[in-house]
C-alpha cells in the first residue's frame, strides 16, 4: 500500500530536550516537507527536500533541523524545544509533476506538546 | 514571497446548496493551484487542482475557477451533503517543492 507514515503519532516532551519525528514514504517520491499545521494559520511549510542531500528552507525553519540521506525517509529534528513548537507536524511527500499535478501525499500527523 | 488568502474562515450552508469558497495569491510565478480537505482528525488530501494554463476545471460536485488577471481562484461545491463537512485549504505553487497554503475554511453543512 503507498504510504507516508510517521511517528510518534503524539508525543508530550519538556523543554530543551532533543526531539527526532520520523517521516517515510515508499512511492520513491522525489520530494518531500515538513508542515506545521496551527489553529488559523493553515499549513505552513518547514523544510522540504527535493532529493537525497538536497534540503531548503520552508516559510517556518527557525528551531528546526531535518536531513535527506535515503530518499524514502526525511526526519525533522528538534535539538531545543520550545513550548512555541507545540503543534500538529505533517510530513508530505510528491513526485516530479505527472501530469500537470503537483498532489501532496500526507503523513497521519504528529501532535507534539512541549511543556 | 507567495501569500495565500483564504475567505472565509468558517461557512456554513444547507443541506443541498451550494458553497464557494475564494483564495487570493499575490506571486504571479504561480502556476498550480491546488485545494485539499481535512476531515475532522485526518490528514489533508487533494480533491481538485488546476494549472494557471486552464480557467476552469470540474469533477462531479465540485469546481475550481482561476483568474489569473486578479490572481484569485475559488472553490465550487454543488448540492452539498454532510460528508462535505471538513475544513479546506487552498494553496498555489510554482513548483513541486515549495506550496503555499491558505488558512483553511472550516465548512459546516446543516441538515
Known amino acids: 500500500e503507498a504510504q507516508v507514515t510517521q511517528n510518534p503519532r503524539y508525543l508530550i516532551t519538556v523543554t530543551g530536550k532533543k526531539l527526532t519525528v520520523t517521516c517515510s514514504q515508499n512511492?520513491?517520491?522525489?520530494?518531500m516537507s515538513w508542515y506545521r499545521q496551527d489553529p488559523g494559520l493553515g499549513l505552513r511549510q518547514i523544510y522540504y527536500?527535493?532529493?537525497?542531500?538536497?534540503?531548503d528552507k520552508g516559510d517556518v525553519p527557525e528551531g528546526y533541523k531535518v536531513s535527506r540521506k535515503e530518499k524514502r525517509n526525511f526526519p525533522l529534528i528538534l535539538e531545543s524545544p520550545s513550548p512555541n513548537q507545540t503543534s500538529l507536524y505533517f510530513c508530505a511527500s510528491s513526485r516530479i509533476g505527472v501530469g500537470d499535478s503537483y498532489e501532496q501525499y500526507f503523513g497521519p500527523g504528529t501532535r507534539l506538546t512541549v511543556t | 514571497g507567495e501569500n495565500v488568502e483564504q475567505h472565509p474562515s468558517t461557512l456554513s450552508v444547507q443541506e443541498g446548496d451550494s458553497a464557494v469558497i475564494k483564495c487570493t495569491y499575490s506571486?504571479?510565478?504561480?502556476?498550480?493551484f491546488p485545494w485539499y480537505k481535512q476531515e475532522l482528525g485526518k490528514r489533508p488530501q487533494l480533491i481538485i487542482d488546476?494549472?494557471?494554463?486552464?480557467g476552469e476545471k470540474k469533477d462531479q460536485r465540485i469546481a475550481v475557477t482561476l483568474n489569473k488577471t486578479a490572481k484569485h481562484f475559488s472553490l465550487h461545491i454543488t448540492e452539498t451533503q454532510p460528508e462535505d463537512s471538513a475544513v479546506y485549504f487552498c494553496?498555489?505553487?510554482?513548483?513541486?517543492?515549495?506550496?503555499?497554503f491558505g488558512s483553511g475554511t472550516r465548512l459546516s453543512i446543516r441538515p
Open positions: 512511492m520513491n517520491h522525489e520530494y
Open positions: 527536500s527535493m532529493n537525497v542531500e538536497v534540503t
Open positions: 506571486d504571479s510565478a504561480s502556476n498550480y
Open positions: 488546476i494549472r494557471s494554463n486552464v
Open positions: 494553496a498555489a505553487s510554482e513548483s513541486a517543492s515549495k506550496i503555499i
